[in-house]
C-alpha cells in the first residue's frame, strides 16, 4: 500500500473561484492510499511548499500529488520541495485543474468541480505506479559552436568568450558582418551602423577564446547536449586563422562541442516574386537592401537604368508583406523604421529631391520609434500615403506608380525616377537543410522554430542548440542583439554545471518483447534510438531522448516504455474515470 499525500492549490481565485477545491480534497482523502489531503491558497509559495515538506515528514508519505496549474509551470518546483524532504521527486506529480478544469468550465462550477476530482483521482493512480528514478550524470564540454557571422552571432560567441569559454564561430561568407555590412546607418543615429560593426568584428577576430571560419559549412551533427560533434567543411588553415579555401584542398574538421547557437539570420525576398510591382523586370525598381548600397555609394545616389541620379523616389512598403496569396503572411517588423530612415538620408543627400512612402499603418514600436516616422514626415517633407499600390510600371522613361489615397479617397499616380520596395525578410536559404541536420523544427514560415513564444524563446526544442537573431524570425538590430545575449546567456547556465544531470523519465526497451523490427527507429525524431548490432534489439540514447512518444506509438510489439508512463499506469488511470 502506498502512502499518498495530496495538495489542492487555490490558485487565488484561478481554480477556487470555479472549482470547490475543499470538495476535491475531502473526496480524495477516502481513497485507501490517500492518507493526507488538504488545500492551501498559493501552494507554489514557499509557505505552500513547507505544508507539502512537513507533509511528508508527518506522514511519512511515499507519494504526492500537486492538484494546481500546469506541469510547465511548476512541476520542477514541487519535485524539488519533496526531494528536500527525503522523498524521491520522480513520485511527485501534478494534476492540472486550472488549466484544463477551472479555466474551460468558468460557468459550470459543479462540472469543473467533479471533473476536478476525476483528474486528481487518475495521477493519484499514475503516483502509485511511479517508479523511484535517479537523474543520468553525463560528461559535458564546455566550449560552444556559434553558426552565423552576423551580428546576432557575433554578440553571443563574445558574452560566451567573455565568459572565459572557448568559442567556435562559423560563417559561410568569406567576411563577418552578415547583412549589418550592407546597411548605410541605423535607424534612430544614422552613421552608428560601420563604426559598431567594426569594433564588434574586432573584438571577435582578435579575442583569443574565438576560433572563427569563414567560407564554412555545417556538414554533419552527432551527439546530444553537452557532447556535440559538428563537422565543419569548405575552409583551409591559414596562419593561426581558418579561411575560404581558393583552392580545391578544402579542408574538415569536428568540433567537439556542448552547445550549439544558431543565428544564421535571413535571407532577402526575390523580386522576381513580386511582377505586379516590376520586380526582376524593370531596373529602377530595387529592394530595400540595394537602396542601401546605393545610400553607402560615395559616388552619390544613382539610379541603375542610367546612372542618373533620382529626384522622384517612391518608397513601397509591405511589398510582399502581409499577403499570404501573392507574398508572406507576417510582418517584418523592421520595414516601417528602416524606409523612414532611407527616405531621410535621401532627402539629406539629394535636398532638391521628393520622397513618397506608401503604407497600409505604420508599425513602429519601440523606444522612440514614433517619433522617428513623425520626423521623417514634418521635418523632412517626406509625403506618406495610405494607400495599397497596385501596379507599377514604365512609361517615357519613368516609373510609373499607381496606387490610392484612402484617407482622401482619391486614386493616386506618381511619376518616379526609382522606386525601393520594402520586401520581407525570408528565411535563409540554408534554413531546412540546416534544421534537419541539428533535428530541430521550423515553422510555417521557413524560420527556425523557439520551443515556447513565452517561456523559452530562445531554446529549440532540442536541448542545447539555442536561436538567436532573425534565424527565429524577423526582428531588428536592438532585438537581435538582446536575443544573442540571451541565447549566450542559456549556454553559460549549462556551462556552470560541472556535469550534465538528465532527466531519467525516457524511452526503454523491454529485451523480451523487442524484435528488432526498426520501427520506433524511423519514428524517433530526435536519433535517440538505434538497433543494437550484436544484440540485435532496439536501444536508447537517454541523452539525445527528449520522451515524446513516437516510439511507444511505433512499436508493434509494445516494447517501447516511458518511465512513469507506463501502459500498466494509463489503464488504472482509465479505470478510474467516471464514464
Known sequence: ???????????????????????????????????HATTYRYMCSEPGQQLIRDAIAEHDLDGVVVAACSPLMHETTFRRASSAAGLNPYRCEMAN?????????????????????????????????????????????????????????????????????????????????????????????????PDLLRRKIEQVLNHPNIQVLTGAQIVGVEGYVGNFEVAVSGFKVSGSR????ETSDLKSETFEVGAIVVATGWDPYPLERLPEYGGGEIPDVVDGLTFEGMLRDEGGIRRPSDGQVPREVVFVQCAGSRDPERGVPYCSKVCCMYVAKQAMMFRERVPEGQAYVFYIDIRSAGKGYDEYVQQAMEEHDILYLRGKVSKIFTRDGKVVVWGADTLSGRPVEVAADLVVLATPMAPSRRAFELAKMLRIGIDQNGFFSEAHPKLRPVESLTAGIFLAGAAQGPKDIPETVSQASGAAAKVLKLFSQDEMVQEPTVAYVIRELCSACGACVEACPYDARSIHPVWHIATVNAALCQNCGACVVACPNKASRIHNWTPEQILAMADVVSW
Not at 8 to 17: D, E
Not at 28 to 35: A, D, L, R, S
Open 97 to 193: 485543474i486550472r488549466e484544463q478544469c477551472s479555466w474551460v468550465h468558468e460557468h459550470e462550477p459543479a462540472r469543473a468541480t467533479e471533473k476536478a476530482i476525476e483528474i486528481v483521482r487518475t495521477v493519484v493512480e499514475r503516483v502509485r505506479g511511479d517508479e523511484e528514478l535517479e537523474p543520468f550524470r553525463l560528461p559535458l564540454t564546455k566550449r560552444a559552436l556559434v553558426i552565423g557571422g552576423g551580428i546576432a552571432g557575433m554578440e553571443a560567441a563574445l558574452d560566451i568568450a567573455n565568459a572565459g569559454y572557448p568559442v567556435v564561430l562559423v560563417e559561410r561568407e568569406d567576411h563577418l558582418g552578415g547583412k549589418m555590412a550592407r546597411l548605410s546607418g541605423t535607424y534612430l543615429n544614422f552613421t552608428a551602423a
Open 242 to 245: 581558418m579561411t575560404k579555401s
Open 1 to 35: 500500500m502506498s502512502r499518498i499525500g495530496v495538495f489542492v492549490c487555490h490558485c487565488g481565485i484561478n481554480i477556487a473561484g470555479t472549482v470547490d477545491v475543499e470538495r476535491v480534497a475531502e473526496e480524495i482523502g477516502q481513497h485507501p492510499e490517500v492518507v
